[in-house]
């Protein structure tokens, strides 16, 4: 099935019922409480009810997606990635369709777990992942083409019951940080500006997320290219139509950026709800579920919201884990900046100022230099001055 809009509480149709299979297939959803609706899977009755709603919340939270009981594009496309358990199918690598499930992300720790570096755990087989599975068949005595199929599922089977633990991929993200040294001069860095285009994002108190955080992506750039910084912006500030998530990371994947860094505002329908807050690539709940997490996305996530709150005053709403599409996808450590609330008027009028933008971008950089420096030459957060910008 392709969504084609969103479903929520009271909806009804074969969408809900596809829905409400699906979440009973992964546990969530009781047959008793199908058979209350009288819903065979089929039928154009099936009711998104409150059952449904609180699987679906479950799940979102299972997931690090954003929890609002709202089934859109994404929260569809994780229903249908966990049905799949290693040895359901049969794995290989396409350039023009990746296979993407719990499957791979299963493959990819075991993987790991015996030394061979398929990079991050995003159950997504790429090519990385395909040239860890080939050197694993290699060294196995199997054939080496790269397909996870019936003879391959029985070897990984075998040795899964003697390699567990450690986590591979959290010490080579260490590792390239510091081999690459303090300075940042040389350093590759994607700026997402988000929204853009015909989506203006969250529009409050006269302010337009996509205009605010252009602004300050502007005042970014500039700061990192004044320190021998390469930095890449994913959008212009005008533009046609919408870059999607799944676009910037593909885009950011090209530069073989070292890091990525999206900007956005919140939003909430209680105006008092403000604050800043960071998100990295991991799991919700600290539950690292198959190793879902970047190590170095969290450090660095961890930095910005420090430097941040030390230096613009802001309420502290700290850092999550979370799985959405640009955070997953990257290649690269990215992390994603929530710089306050439009829908709040003490966050607005704060960023409505240039010397609050100004100060937020520095913050950021601060926390870029931090991130690179050795434990000896770091300093308390709030302290590290770089040089004066122009």
């Not at 449904?52 to 994404?74: I, K, N, P, S, W």
């Not at 929204?195 to 337009?208: E, I, K, N, Q």
């Not at 890449?232 to 998530?245: A, N, P, W």
Request: proline share 4%.
């Amino acid at each position: 099935m392709t969504l084609q809009r969103l479903y929520r509480r009271g909806d009804t149709g074969p969408a809900v019922a596809e829905i409400r299979a699906k979440l009973t297939q992964l546990g969530l959803l009781s047959a008793d409480a199908r058979a209350d609706q009288g819903i065979d899977g089929r039928t154009d009755d099936a009711v998104f009810d409150d059952a449904v709603d609180r699987a679906v919340r479950h799940f979102q939270q299972q997931r690090a997606l954003t929890v609002d009981g709202v089934v859109g594009v994404e929260t569809y496309r994780q229903l249908d990635e966990a049905r799949w358990r290693l040895g359901d199918r049969v794995l290989g690598y396409s350039v023009s369709h990746a296979m993407i499930g719990d499957d791979v992300a299963t493959l990819q720790r075991r993987l790991l777990d015996m030394g061979f570096d398929c990079g991050r755990v995003d159950g997504i087989l790429g090519a990385k992942t395909e040239r860890a599975l080939r050197d694993f068949q290699r060294n196995y005595g199997l054939a080496a083409d790269g397909t996870c199929g019936p003879a391959t599922f029985r070897a990984l089977d075998r040795l899964a019951r003697t390699v567990v633990g450690g986590h591979p991929h959290a010490m080579r993200e260490s590792e390239l940080i510091h081999r690459s040294g303090p300075a940042l001069s040389g350093k590759v860095v994607v700026v997402d500006p988000g929204h853009g285009g015909t989506d203006p994002g969250v529009v409050a108190h006269g302010l337009s997320e996509a205009e605010v955080v252009w602004d300050l992506a502007r005042r970014l750039e500039g700061r990192l290219s004044a320190l021998g910084v390469q930095a890449y912006l994913t959008r212009g500030l005008d533009g046609d139509g919408v870059v999607t998530e799944e676009q910037r990371a593909a885009f950011a994947n090209e530069t073989n950026a070292d890091l990525v860094i999206s900007l956005h505002a919140d939003r909430n329908a209680n105006p008092q709800a403000r604050g800043v807050a960071t998100f990295y690539y991991g799991s919700g709940g600290g539950s690292d579920r198959y190793g879902l997490r970047s190590p170095t996305g969290q450090r660095f996530a961890g930095l910005v919201q420090r430097e941040l709150v030390a230096r613009t005053g802001m309420v502290d709403c700290h850092t999550h884990g979370k799985a959405w599409p640009l955070l997953r996808s990257t290649r690269m450590p990215a992390v994603r900046v929530e710089l306050g609330y439009l829908t709040s008027p003490e966050d607005a009028a704060l960023l409505t100022t240039a010397s609050f933008r100004d100060m937020a971008a520095e913050s950021i950089v601060v926390a870029l230099q931090r991130l690179y420096l050795p434990p000896e030459q770091d300093q308390p957060t709030g302290m590290l001055r770089l040089p004066a910008f122009i």
